[in-house]
């Protein structure tokens, strides 16, 4: 039987927290975790979708007849979870500065308020978002599959609360949900993204959206696609330059073929098609059909029509 | 303490779930779920890849001796949840129909009685294919690690099982198995596909697989290869026309390299090889090794031999 | 309702499972598993991230001034537990010759001990990591979420503990967990792989990194970059060979762009710059940027500057 | 290792099932349970104990402003479930019998919504218990602490549910709660006893309440008191008669103090008193007390005054 | 299908609950639980069961040369759960005065500051129960079957706790931890008993000891025995009067067999033995020992020997 | 935020546990556990049960047609559980002899098969104890019920198996195993004691029945009756001697009714009846009735008849 030298390790692994925590400027004080908890938001997350979908994503027992206390229950849980979770977001966001519990309690109770209140929105952006789904996939049998079976919906119900906490002021939270629909999906949406009702994404896996992608209307968009940033502009000091828009504006109707990757601030205009595999950097008029032809070469564009890939 | 306005968001979530029953043509009944449940499924998914390799995916305490009470007893509650979920789906199918519950119950046991009877046919399939992996990764040591660690395998444990749902006419139940292993894997195979012995995904992150798509013997894929449809037919009414034969036919012994994309009902033939990331709308013929050479230019077509990329 | 011919279906599997067995020249000897348990792992794996950082991976109820007795209380069940495992694996290994278990013990121990000792290393590693993340991704804004939501980092936390024990002999172990971090996040990477510190892949989701492949210090990847083999040699008798270097070389500093496809065993000299889906099997001299500019047409290579793609 | 002789086991086994079978003129016909579920019940029995007490004895993140959602949808549930066991016991005791489904469904009904509707009358009840508990324990600080810490109110809890389940002509799934409260507490009250309000039982171990008991308004008795049969009258056949009246009539306000046992169809007048030990197969007068003194010869009645023992 | 008029039964219920509220002169305030819960109690017993004695109620894989990390982080942990329930037990107590949550605090840091430096006394005195256990009954075999199998010993557990929590003024705590140790064993300890070490409880079934029950060193007994309260004295308003001395003080050494009943606040001097079945109510001198012979008359005490009944 | 002393609390416990381990000549080694685990044992028990009554007390979802396969695996799991449990249990017998690894071996493989091949002579044993329930009480209704309902049969199934342990040398398991029942049913039978078939324990709460008990056929017992040890002879040394025969000898057809206690080695003769709440310390011949009237006077023995009390 093996002795291990576990005083020795605990020891070890101690001093280089310490290292760590001086390294990031952080005292050692006393007390817990002052951090969401990924566990915590992974209930609130499956009671939401519970809340919001209670006969196909809620109790597999629950009967139409008493669907509103059901509702009524999981909801008055799953915001008291939640704005626990808040409270230590907010604490953590002040850990630098003095903030009194008065006011992390004001500002918990008046964002998971405002999010409690936009839950009947999300539902019916939910809605359009699964009937684009239902419309757009020849393989689409009936709206309950595309509500059970169709990833890209599942990571919408995540973008749609996630990105209400991050508009918020909740970017971690935001972030953690983000994370788990990215980790189930294999589709990576930063909660920052602002994305338009009757959203479709097939298949989806390696799709990328990031922080200030901006997406109208019924846009459609197929697996390993990439809305993502060109360049990162640094400060003087040489840091990165933080939260300026940098990912694609995409119009109404666009549809994006997948493995096409869109980078910058560029403007996909309405109604425009972009093929499967383009590298495209700059913008797109309205109407306009962005394809690779038969081989690799340069793109090419063409305005007059809007026939399909 | 934050007093959510609970009641009042019940009510709205309330409204705006008649508003979608009613655009979809539902009656709201009294009454529980009409509707297979992922849960459930997930549960006979497990037992069954536990009775197929009862000593690698089994529990850890079984032991050689009694592998056959075990897989009796599995197999046995397994198919009765299994049965039960199929009548869900089966009357779903129906919801606008007249069926009698003694159709149902026909149609269910005949069903999930094909399907069992299919599970020593499956396990042989499988076991071409945990060869197909070990023969064909030069990083694989055993058949056994290839049964454990290979999320391509894993994929198609999931997928010969739903392909046989799908057959079976219970395309639902199908899909929800094949999002377990997309979403386990990255590898999303429609179950309607039709994939010969012996077949290798290698890595897998990113594959996709379409419903008409038809696989022979012997065929290699890495991750990201695409197999999909090339243009979406409309009705005379502009509704997507379903079940179309619309993905690629792949014969025997091809190869195709990473990020490939084939897309439209193209043939290639046996023994071809397709290189990394390669675009291809066109048959090609058997034999011939379709690549990019070292720039992005037109692919290469290159018939004589039909050595490695 | 039903009856299943389980009888009949038991004994077909049983005739296949001996047919396998006696292709795979296994005697079907009384005995429970003497393979490694995925289950077994995963707890440990678990238990070994919480012991490496207690206060954000550890349990949510855990206090700044008890850390030590939970790491330590932690490791031991999770070092003992990882020995058993490691027994059983070496055991499989000689599974055709002759071992004491005198000889199993002492090398299980041997190995255990020395990952045991390589932890409070691993540690410092991952804290370069979380920083290069922080410093890489201009939407990181602090290291905590960084550690909580980086699908790259949770793939570097299992990766650094699977490099340790594919380095002592634990091949199947080490690739056991590297597919629990694949499953998790979309990023594959052979526990084979050596990497150096302050590694940072963004989103992830598609990344491969082969078993032979040499990352050095400060390199940054993102998603859907593969770093593989470009032809697998095989011997006398057409077999594979195993084992061969056959993956990048890749020095300190490089970025590569996603999408990029680096195959076979060449060098990306110190500080260069893989554009986004660059295709390579060339080696790159230190310093160049390869672009694809805005055409898909030969990749362009300057090695004057380095700017960002 | 060892190796069971479990396929002869295995046979001994099914042997002796055979026969007992048949002793018990069954045959084996295909098919699962027809028999209630001791673990369904035992999740219906906590999710009532929660709806009819919800803040106390119901989930610990309950809140007042949402008890009614919560009472509504643990209802719901709960009673869905305890319908489809009354379903197995119907058709359980007509297992010899003939029974249309339609029957079965009919009387399933009728009884489960009785017992729904009685409901709120068994909280008022259990109420009248609690206060009753409260003023008679000198020991009782709070009702809280009452409801929370007594096992004779769980007891009753229990009873009250098991007594309407019994009256509505289901005694087995009666009896089933019953026992849980049993080996919970200790106190064996069998379902069929009739228990007036404000019902105290203090310690309650050993307590044992017969089937055809009665027990009046504000009784209250301790640990090991058994209110049993005397004799049990045999029919011609020698066969046990079930059913007929063979436990004592309790009337209102009576105390009956620890260990006394009472025989037989007596009635305990209201009022009285029944000391410690006393053995009784009498009636008692109203107002009398009846105790042993110190000494352990003839119970001595005294009925002038009822002051305590 | 049922259709339970839910909406009724939730309405009367509700309003039952606010006819007792009223009675009971509360205030329906929105908020969450006021009061401890028994789950969390659970648990703290749990943990402190197994930090008391690792090696053989802690978790099974626990090893010697780790104990101590094992403890400390048992500790915390349950330290801290045990103080968040002390919050909510003096909040409770204060109900209708007023306190400040700092008060709140501080008294809940002292009492279980103090509870926390007891924890090694108790251990001691648990110590002794075992020896006395091991030594007092000819059918122990070691002193780890009775830590592990003797219900006295596990009673005592509990009860050394709870008394601890009553005695700083936990009483709600300390009752919810009794009525565990009551269902689990049958031995119902009022947690304000004071019990010198060396005490055993053979059997244990139906042992009642009541509140202010004074038991010395080296004590014995057996099932069924009772240490109650003679009679309830009342105030000038009938109320009882609660909190005065009014069980039995059982000095040193003293053997009770099974069935005893002792009740009042008498005295048992040093040594005496009460034999089985007796009933008493008044004191027994030092070295007496009380009989009931073979026949069931008066006890006989015989104060010349000690001889064991 | 309190800040316990942990690390001194910590300190102390460490103290006292060596204190302890000197006192019992324990040395401190390194390693695990070396004693049996309740939950291992808990787990065989519900396993053994289910295996014993697939249908009654197996899983719900068990069908007839399968009851074997379930039988099979789950006795094959069940029973090498244990024989690693008689492992622990031999080997720590020897803590203080030398045995070797295969003589430890030897003996749990001997004991457990030996345990194994009694499972269908226990099941008979047991369906003659349901069938005397059914046949003893007016209240049962059938012979299910008394199998799920009655804790006296529960007691017996766990009787039955630890007594099996207990006479092939593992007392400690079967201690364990006996108090599992006692601590459910408040049953307290000692796993020595030998019990024929057809035995009947109505309500149960309170019974104890001693190591050395010897009961025969048709024996029924009621509430609270002990067959106990009148004394306990000490050697020359004072110490108690261990394992004499020194509880009653209860010949066939014997009814004991509720309260009644009879110690020492006494034999009750063939169909003899004790009346309730009888103290007895004499053999009694056939056929007599020993009553205790209405009056509590000297027991009265009648031995014409042998009617009912």
Redesign the interface.
């Known amino acids: 039987?093996?002795?291990?030298?576990?005083?020795t390790?605990?020891q070890?692994?101690?001093?280089?927290?310490k290292e760590?925590r001086a390294s990031?400027k952080r005292s050692?004080?006393?007390?817990?975790?002052e951090?969401p908890?990924?566990?915590?938001l992974a209930e609130v997350m499956d009671a939401l979708k519970g809340?919001?979908f209670?006969?196909?994503l809620g109790?597999?027992?629950?009967?139409?007849?008493?669907?509103?206390?059901?509702?009524?229950?999981?909801?008055?849980?799953a915001?008291?979870?939640l704005?626990a979770q808040a409270r230590l977001e907010i604490r953590?966001q002040h850990r630098h500065q003095a903030i009194t519990e008065t006011e992390v309690e004001q500002r918990?109770?008046e964002t998971?308020?405002g999010l409690?209140?936009s839950?009947?929105h999300i539902?019916?952006m939910l809605?359009s978002d699964v009937l684009a789904a239902y419309?757009?996939?020849?393989?689409a049998?009936?709206?309950?599959?595309v509500l059970?079976?169709?990833?890209g919906v599942l990571a919408m119900i995540y973008h749609r609360i996630a990105h209400e906490l991050y508009t918020r002021d909740l970017?971690?939270l935001a972030?953690?949900a983000?994370?788990m629909a990215?980790?189930?999906?294999?589709i990576?949406i930063?909660p920052?993204a602002t994305i338009g009702p009757s959203f479709f994404i097939d298949?989806g896996?390696?799709v990328?959206i990031?922080?200030t992608a901006v997406i109208g209307e019924r846009v459609r968009i197929y697996?390993?696609v990439?809305l993502?940033?060109?360049?990162?502009p640094t400060d003087n000091e040489g840091s990165?330059?933080?939260?300026?828009p940098?990912h694609p504006i995409v119009e109404d109707d666009v549809v994006i073929y997948?493995?096409a990757?869109i980078?910058g601030r560029v403007t996909l205009g309405k109604g425009c098609v972009i093929g499967?595999?383009v590298?495209l950097?700059?913008d797109v008029p309205a109407g306009c059909v962005v394809t690779?032809a038969?081989?690799?070469?340069?793109?090419r564009t063409n305005c007059a029509s809007s026939s399909?890939?």
């Open positions: 039987m093996a002795s291990f030298e576990i005083d390790i605990v070890s692994l101690s001093e280089i927290r760590w990031q050692r004080e006393p007390g817990g975790r951090f908890s990924r566990d915590a809340a919001l209670p006969m196909r109790p597999t027992d629950l009967r139409h007849e008493s669907e509103d206390f059901y509702v009524g229950h999981t909801l008055d849980t915001l008291h979870t704005l953590y918990a109770v998971i308020t409690a209140n839950l009947p539902r019916s809605d419309r757009g996939d020849p393989a049998q009936t709206v309950d599959e059970l079976c169709y990833p970017p971690l972030r953690i983000a994370e990215h980790s189930q999906t294999g990576d930063h920052g298949h896996t390696g990328v990031g922080e697996q390993a990439t993502g940033a060109k360049s990162f990165l330059q933080k939260g300026l940098r997948a493995g990757t980078l499967g595999n590298w950097t700059e690779q038969r081989s690799q070469d340069t793109p399909g890939i």
